[in-house]
Nanobody, 118 residues
Framework: QLQLVESGGGSVQSGGSLSVVCVAVVGTFNRRDMGWFRQAPGKQRELVASSMFNGKIIYLDSVKGRFTISRDNAKNTLTLQMNNLKPEDTAVYYC????????????WGQGTQVTVSS
């Protein structure tokens, strides 16, 4: 089993920076793809960035060059550094883990709010 807890986020003006952090308080990141999703009001949840177990990293096109995802498997910590934030980045950000084996079960954190004002 895996339990994820997010922290960070908050409110910032356009052009500012924030980071969100996800920690596994139960279980580990081993053999799991890790990612950050976000969901804005009235919109579908979307993948923002993923750090896969095989080392591959992918980003949503609109955040490339501004956001950086990093994972520390020893500390079971996943970080999303967000720079040059824009109002359209406003959303609840969710940490996600997906097993790379078996039924590929996935797990979610509770979410943390990021608000960017213009």
């Amino acid at each position: 089993q895996l339990q994820l807890v997010e922290s960070g986020g908050g409110s910032v003006q356009s052009g500012g920076s924030l980071s969100v952090v996800c920690v596994a308080v139960v279980g580990t990141f081993n053999r799991r793809d890790m990612g950050w999703f976000r969901q804005a009001p009235g919109k579908q949840r979307e993948l923002v960035a993923s750090s896969m177990f095989n080392g591959k990293i992918i980003y949503l096109d609109s955040v490339k060059g501004r956001f950086t995802i990093s994972r520390d498997n020893a500390k079971n910590t996943l970080t999303l550094q967000m720079n040059n934030l824009k109002p359209e980045d406003t959303a609840v950000y969710y940490c996600n883990a997906q097993n790379t084996y078996g039924s590929r079960a996935d797990y979610w954190g509770q979410g943390t709010q990021v608000t960017v004002s213009s």
